[in-house]
């Protein structure tokens, strides 16, 4: 490995361990072998490099949010579909040192964190076209920008709801047989709306 990718993962590494705003560049250097010149000529900043660290240690639980494909065989589009593909989210929310909780960091401190706070902003849209596929099958290369802005955020939102949830309470948080029944009322309030209206 080069030098960029030696601090992406001493980054990592340092996320992981002592959060957002505990972690000095010079704690990255020492992580990673690397040198303090070397944050700076290749992610710009400190921040820059934290923000990409945290989103490739999201992207590394792409497998797990896609749990056993020998039983990921639910239609896509369907609550099934739906419960099974969270059910396998909330799984990573239960592990010992979830990344998860770095979310929570960027939400309550962003104020200490603008740079960073900025670089994952931009990077929700991408999140929220990564899981459509998940959800509703096809490619992530195939979801329109429109699907990336509302179908997308519409789960990043619920993501992040979620993440506060456990984050806040993971004894009442709901689990993805929770949110697929949530899921069906609506589904169910909707359609009788829509056979009501004139």
Known sequence: ?????????????????????????????????????????????????????????????GDAFEGDATVFDTEPGSVERFQQVWSNIVATMKEPGSVWRLSMEVLALGDRLPEVREHLGAAQREAGRGVIPLLMGGREEDVSDAEAETLGMFYVTLMTGLIAQWTFDPKTAPDGERLADGLRQVVEAATRAAGDAP
């Open 1 to 61: 490995m080069g030098h960029r990718e030696d601090l992406l993962e001493g980054a990592k590494r340092c996320l992981l361990a002592k959060g957002f705003v505990r972690t000095t560049a010079r704690d990255i250097v020492k992580e990673s072998g690397t040198n303090l010149a070397s944050i700076g000529y290749h992610y710009g900043s400190k921040a820059a490099l934290l923000a990409q660290a945290y989103v490739a240690l999201v992207e590394d639980m």
